[in-house]
């Protein structure tokens, strides 16, 4: 396994990715295609995003595929956080193709993070996830994840929120 970034070479693998979310709760949202003209429009926008223009913060999105070049799960690394990520998003937001969930890739994904996010120089990170998502938090918990206090949103959604010293 290993990662790779986004680029034209991984359109139909990212998009046979996709057949298989409910579109509505796709992680990180990053990755979802929705609304693009096409997939260089996608990646051009990806692009934006990655470089923190606009309302992004800067980060780096990753795909985790197998030796048979399928995409297994995506990653997006923030390198910043602003008050919404402190509470919510966190720096690492990782997601693994539903069929292969419950096989360690989510445990790998994050671990394959949390490397980059050294050689970004982020050394505290934060990882998030909804209080009902116990297979994340035992994922976060395996990679170091030290929990912090609970957010509570608006709409009473319970963040936990966990930091993994680096």
């Known amino acids: 396994m290993r990662l790779v970034r986004p680029s034209i070479e991984w359109k139909n693998e990212h998009e046979d990715y996709m057949k298989e979310w409910d579109e509505s709760r796709m992680t990180p949202s990053s990755f979802n295609l929705d609304g693009y003209e096409n997939y260089e429009a996608y990646l051009e926008a990806l692009k934006t995003r990655e470089s923190g223009d606009g309302k992004w913060v800067p980060c780096t999105n990753y795909f985790l595929v197998d030796e048979n070049d399928r995409v297994i799960a995506m990653v997006d690394i923030r390198h910043e956080l602003t008050d ?26 994050l671990a394959e993070a949390l490397k980059k996010c050294d050689e970004l120089g982020i050394r505290r990170v934060l990882v998030t996830c909804n209080a009902n998502n116990i297979g994340s938090a035992k994922t976060i918990i395996k990679n170091g994840g030290v929990e912090d206090k609970s957010f509570i949103e608006e709409d009473g959604t319970v963040i936990r929120r966990f930091w993994i010293e680096r």
Request: zero cysteines.
């Open 84 to 109: 919404y990520l402190r509470n919510v998003g966190g720096h690492v937001g990782y997601g693994v193709r539903p069929v292969e969930r419950r096989k360690g890739h989510a445990t790998r994904i």
